[in-house]
């Protein structure tokens, strides 16, 4: 049985939950998890023991790793979705591609999908939606009161004057040691700035590979970036040492952060707990 992993407060509204009402009825593993926060909050609302599968975004808490891998959720397959035979897919926004959506719905399961988030009232109703889906409604609550007030705690303690905040450069990937960052409309924009920082980056949206110019005006103080290798992330020493990067505030700093990209962009049940430690290291350059 998964049991939810209680962070940042949760271990208070994990106790309420299970005093709030009986334990659900085991009617087996019938539901299939897609994208990590969703994942994580059906494991918060007490029902990790109804996950018959997930996909590969789903890495929280640890114990969901042991469940079935239906895949990556933006390259589904209907095959392998249906292989494991839910009756209930619950998705986060995103999930595809379409053509393998329309063929899981003609095969006539349920599914439910959680639009994306990127403020604190968007993860409240996350929590809403997948509480209904899972007949739970009480327990999501419970859960949104705790998460809402550790996320409003979270983001006061985070407060900076304006002349104080420093500007984080989101780094998604360095392929090719060419940088591609983040914009105004993510979830790293809007997680640097519950934070207490300033994106470097606002005059596009989305993602975009920059130009060494480009960085340069944009004049870090801090780079961010998922705590993932590959491609996708070079050493700090391999960072630092691009052209792009060595002339700015952050490489003179040497200040890099690097954070688990679940914890950090998934706007889930830990979203508080990414806010707090992205704020501490921005500025006290602990975590």
């Known amino acids: ?7 940042l407060g949760l271990a208070a509204i994990f106790a309420a939950l299970i005093g709030a009402s009986p334990a659900p009825a085991d009617t087996g593993a019938d539901v299939l998890s897609i994208g990590g926060a ?3 909050i059906i494991v918060a609302l007490g029902q990790g023991h109804r996950l018959k599968a997930r996909d590969t975004t789903s890495s929280y808490p640890p114990e969901v790793t042991e469940l079935p891998d239906v895949g990556y959720m933006r390259a589904l397959s209907p095959e392998g979705v249906l292989s494991v035979d839910p009756s209930l897919i619950i998705t986060g926004e995103g999930a595809g591609p379409p053509e393998a959506l329309e063929v899981i719905r003609a095969a006539d399961v349920a599914l439910v999908e959680v639009p994306d988030a990127r403020d604190a009232d968007g993860i409240l109703r996350k929590i809403e939606i997948i509480g209904d889906a899972l007949g739970v409604p009480e327990r999501a609550d419970l859960l949104q009161a705790d998460v809402g007030a550790a996320l409003a705690e979270a983001t006061r303690a985070a407060e900076r004057p304006e002349a104080d905040k420093k500007r ?10 060419r940088i591609t960052a983040s914009g105004a409309g993510t979830e790293a924009d809007a997680v640097i700035r519950m934070a207490g920082g300033v994106n470097a980056v606002t005059d596009f949206e989305g993602y975009r590979q920059l130009t060494d110019e480009a960085v340069g005006l944009a004049a870090p103080d801090v780079i961010l970036m998922m705590d993932r ?8 020493a391999e960072l630092l040492a691009l052209p792009a990067v060595a002339l700015t505030p952050a490489a003179e700093r040497a200040s890099i952060v690097r954070m688990n990209g679940l914890l950090l962009l998934g706007f889930g049940p830990r979203t508080a707990e990414a806010v707090t430690r992205l704020s501490r290291a921005i500025y006290d350059g602990g975590s």
């Open 229 to 236: 290798g590959g491609d996708h992330g070079k050493s700090d």
């Open 38 to 40: 969703v994942t994580e």
């Open 1 to 7: 049985m998964i049991r939810p992993a209680p962070t």
């Open 168 to 177: 984080v450069l989101f780094i998604l990937s360095t392929q090719g040691g």
